[in-house]
């Protein structure tokens, strides 16, 4: 990853955090999964697409020593029985179990067979989050680079982000003192109303259309989470 000053840099780990909950808080709380500090952020969150990055991230541990040779290859070898397995199954069915399969499922899938520990696991999601991060910086450091975006409007999307992250639980808090039927129908409000964080931006004049659609060339992932809603 280039090299990028403190102020971007805190910008994209704050990215990371609101995307997280912005995309999936309120799957948290249907599952009264409340992270309140960044360790347990890692542990409920797992990337968009997070398959596509396990190799990276099993393969940096190996070379980090916080994974064996032998304790990598079984976990790759895993991942790509799980992968056949899905590919040999009718299409109607395939789209019926990754609907039905949570996110970070390959992990807890490892642990429950005996192939990784509960802290290998965290180490895996641990790092995940790192090459996450480091995604968002080096998106947005091509953004800065390429004039897109200048320090004033770094600055005015980390705190836009940071008030999204604040409104988020808030919410989040008072879904807890809601009754079951109060709260289903605060999830179907909610799907209907839900709009991308890219989009509340333009919205709120926080960023231009330009930016919004330079952004997302920038950081796919922002986009991909918006069409996972």
């Known amino acids: 990853m280039k090299d990028i000053n403190p102020s971007k840099r805190a910008l994209c780990a704050v990215l990371v955090i609101c995307m997280t909950f912005f995309t999936g808080s309120l799957a948290f709380a249907e599952n009264n999964a409340m992270a309140s500090s960044r360790q347990q952020t890692v542990e409920k969150m797992s990337p968009n697409n997070h398959k596509q990055f396990l190799e990276e991230a099993v393969i940096k541990l190996m070379e980090e020593g916080k994974l064996t040779k032998e304790k990598a290859e079984k976990i790759l070898e895993y991942k790509k029985k799980k992968a056949d397995e899905l590919s040999k199954l009718p299409e109607q069915k395939k789209i019926q ?71 988020r639980k808030e919410q989040l808090e008072k879904l807890k003192t809601m009754t079951p039927e109060e709260r289903e129908e605060y999830f179907k409000n909610a799907k209907k109303d839900r709009k991308d964080i890219i989009t509340r931006m333009v919205e709120d004049n926080v960023i231009t259309k330009n930016q919004a659609e330079e952004i997302k060339k920038a950081i796919p992932e922002l986009n991909k989470s918006r069409h996972k809603n």
């Open 97 to 167: 179990m990754k609907k039905q399969r949570n996110k970070g499922s390959l992990l807890k899938d490892l642990e429950q067979e005996g192939i990784i520990t509960e802290a290998e696991a965290q180490a895996i999601r641990t790092k995940l989050y790192e090459m996450k991060e480091a995604r968002l910086a080096d998106g947005m450091q091509g953004l800065v680079d390429k004039g897109v975006l200048t320090t004033n409007d770094i600055e005015k999307i980390r705190s836009y982000m940071v008030k999204v992250r604040e409104e």
